[in-house]
């Protein structure tokens, strides 16, 4: 090791440099006995740094599995573990490990205070790596770290699954669900929403009834008891009614006001185009009608305003669906119920099909949307946490399965205590 010391130092204070650095190393990497650094290798041209690692002859072992002490050393294993970089070269911890033979236990590998057994990585960096992870796409930390994706993965998964089993949802209450599409429309997760806690606390595949069922199990699993569930915030998917009504028996439903409002602005889309055929007017104003005026330009607003006031039946539509959105600013669930009735009157008998048709769907859906009065609660929340699922998918290409979407959702929206050294 010669990086600090340079050619014009004396052979004979290099040797005592060269202790010096050893020493250096030994207290860098918090080592205790019986734990010694043997030497340092350096090589420049292949930027790595190599230091070995023994142990003092004589010295005794805890057994790893039953914890019996002084056991000594039956043979030794050579193992590496790659540690953070030294300046821009690779640094990489090689040890002997011993293996002990526990007179109760068998022959047994003992382990290392810098790193697990198998990871190849020490704890140092995959803790640095899971920091990282945590703020940019597993491709991109891999091509930092010069490390295939796959060796990364398994750190995340390591971590992931360890916070996760030692995860307590005994307090949950109030839990809603959402889907989200996995990869382009084809697969979807149904994300669990704790309400109180703002964390996701499972995600399970697809979207079905299945999804809710397994969250049930989930939740056991982890202190967590289904009949516990009072409140739950979904959209108006028959499968998730379905699964609640099977597996959240106390649940009552609350149905995501925004879903509610999607359902009569999509409505209102409809009677757009199919009125646009015969009024040419009404030609790329899609947008327009869909969004909320605070949101459109002004020259947008202007075209809102000369449409909005007229006669055709694009406007109508619009008109009931801001009358809908106006429900949720009530004060009172009587209130509100007697001006839901008044509007479910008034779009049933507005002769405009797709209008009547997104009534029918409210009215069938009445007391879980009236149930935002008591409740208050919506996925509002959940749409935080999709976005960062969404950003997270954007610069995370090739999520090869959903086990890594999963793993990455958990990191970064569920709240998880993971155990990495500091
Ligand atoms: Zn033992």
Redesign the pocket.
Known sequence: MTIAVGPAISDSRGRELEMRDIDLFQQALGLMPPWIVLKTRFDAEARRLDIDISFARGAKFI?P??G?PDCPAYDTIDKTWRHLNFFQHEAYLNARVPRID?K??GV?QVGVPWGRPDSGFTLLLEAYMMAMVKSMPVAAVSRLANEHDTRLWRVVHHYVEDARERGDHSAVTRVAFDETASRRGHDYVTLAVDLDAKRVLFVADGKDAKTIEAFAEDLEAHGGDPESVTEVCIDMSPAFIKGIGESLPKAEITFDKFHAVKIVNDGVDKVRRSEQKITPVLRNTRYIWLKNEDNLSTQQRETLGGLSGSNLKTARAYQIRLTFQDFYDLPSREVAEVFLKKWYFWATHSRLPPMIEAAKTIKRHWDGILRWFDTRIANGLLEGINSLVQAAKAKARGYRSNRNLKAIIYLIAGKLELQLPT
Do not use: G, I, L
């Open positions: 057994c599995s039953c019996a526990c109760t236990c047994k």
